[in-house]
C-alpha cells in the first residue's frame, strides 16, 4: 500500500452564510513524487447552489471560477520542482495562496491505496459529484427561496419590476442587496433558507446573518429589511424558530426588521403592493 496526502478544492459564494461547494481535489504522493488534481469541467449549476443578483452576475461567477480551475491545473502540469516540497500544504498554498477569495483548499487529510489514480477518481466521485447530487436534494439555497417561493407572489402583484439592488455602506464595508426600494428609507427584501440539512449549520447562519445586522447598525442610512424565508425543519428542534426570531428581529431608530414565512407571502405582498403604489 502507498500514502498520499489529498486535499479538497472548495468554492464558497457568501462568506456571510458559509456555505460551500467542493469543486476539486489535489492529491499529492510524497514518496513518489506524484501531483495530481482533478475538477468539475461544467459549472452550470452553480446559480442552482447560491445566491445569486442576476444571469450576468452568475456569468461572472461561472468565467471566474473557470479561469481560476484552469489556471490550477495548468501550474500542476507544469509539475513545479516536487523535490523542494514536502507537504501537500506547501504546493496548495502555491497553486492557491490563502486570502479572502471565493476558492480555498480544505485541511489535509491521508490514506493509503493500490493505485492513485483509482484513489483520485473515487475521492472525486464520492467528495465532489456526490456532494452535489446532496446539495441539490436536500437543501435549499437563498436564491431557490427567491425563485422557487417568493418571486411568483412578487410577480403576480408587479412588484418585482420595481425592485433594483441598493449598496450600503457601513463603517467596515459596503454591501449589495438585489430587491430593494425606497420612499423615505430603502426597504430590502432578503430571501434566506434555513432549509440545511444540519441544525448546526441552521444556527451558525442565524448568528451570521446576526453579526451583518450588527453590522449594518454602523450604517448612516435607516434601513427596513423584510427577511423572506421558510422555516427550518423543526422536528424536535422547535428553538430553532426562536432563535430566529431572537436574533434577526430588530426595531430601533437606524433598522427596522420583520420575517416573512410562505404562509404569509400572499398577504405580505398584497400589503406592499398597496405601500408602493401609494407612495407613486
Known amino acids: 500500500m502507498k500514502s498520499y496526502e489529498y486535499q479538497i478544492l472548495r468554492y464558497c459564494h457568501d462568506r456571510i452564510s458559509g456555505e460551500f461547494v467542493n469543486i476539486g481535489i489535489l492529491l499529492f504522493a510524497h514518496s513518489e513524487r506524484l501531483l495530481f ?27 471566474r471560477l473557470e479561469q481560476t480551475t484552469n489556471k490550477l491545473k495548468k501550474r500542476v502540469d507544469q509539475q513545479f ?36 489514480e483509482h484513489i483520485l477518481e473515487s475521492l472525486f466521485n464520492d467528495i465532489v459529484l456526490r456532494h452535489e447530487k446532496v446539495i441539490e ?22 412588484i418585482t419590476e420595481k ?49 451583518l445586522l450588527n453590522e449594518l447598525l454602523t450604517s448612516k442610512e435607516p434601513l427596513s429589511i423584510s427577511y423572506l424565508t421558510t422555516k427550518p425543519k423543526l422536528h424536535d428542534h422547535p428553538e430553532l424558530l426562536t432563535l ?22 400572499e398577504l405580505f405582498t398584497d400589503q406592499l403592493k398597496l405601500e408602493i403604489d401609494s407612495h407613486q
Do not use: M
Not at 145 to 152: G, T
Not at 185 to 204: G, Q, R
Not at 245 to 263: C, G, H, M, P
Open 137 to 158: 436534494k436536500k437543501s435549499l439555497s437563498d436564491d431557490e427561496v427567491w425563485r422557487n417561493v417568493y418571486k411568483k407572489y412578487f410577480d403576480k402583484k408587479n
Open 163 to 211: 425592485l433594483i439592488p441598493h449598496y450600503v455602506s457601513t463603517k467596515n464595508d459596503e454591501f449589495e442587496f438585489e430587491y430593494c426600494w425606497k420612499n423615505d428609507i430603502w426597504h430590502i427584501y432578503k430571501p434566506i433558507s434555513f432549509e440545511l440539512t444540519d441544525h448546526n449549520k441552521i444556527k451558525s447562519k442565524i448568528y451570521q446573518h446576526n453579526g
Open 37 to 63: 488534481i482533478k475538477t468539475v469541467d461544467k459549472f452550470h449549476r452553480l446559480s442552482e447552489f447560491f445566491p445569486s443578483s442576476n444571469g450576468r452576475h452568475v456569468k461572472k461567477i461561472i468565467d
Open 244 to 265: 430566529i426570531k431572537e436574533k434577526l428581529l430588530y426595531k430601533n431608530s437606524n433598522i427596522k426588521t420583520d420575517i416573512v414565512f410562505e404562509e404569509e407571502a
Open 81 to 116: 520542482d516536487l523535490d523542494k516540497f514536502t507537504a501537500i500544504e506547501v504546493i496548495a498554498n502555491k497553486i492557491l495562496p490563502k486570502d479572502d477569495s471565493a476558492f480555498y483548499f480544505s485541511e489535509t487529510l491521508k490514506g493509503l491505496t493500490l493505485d492513485y
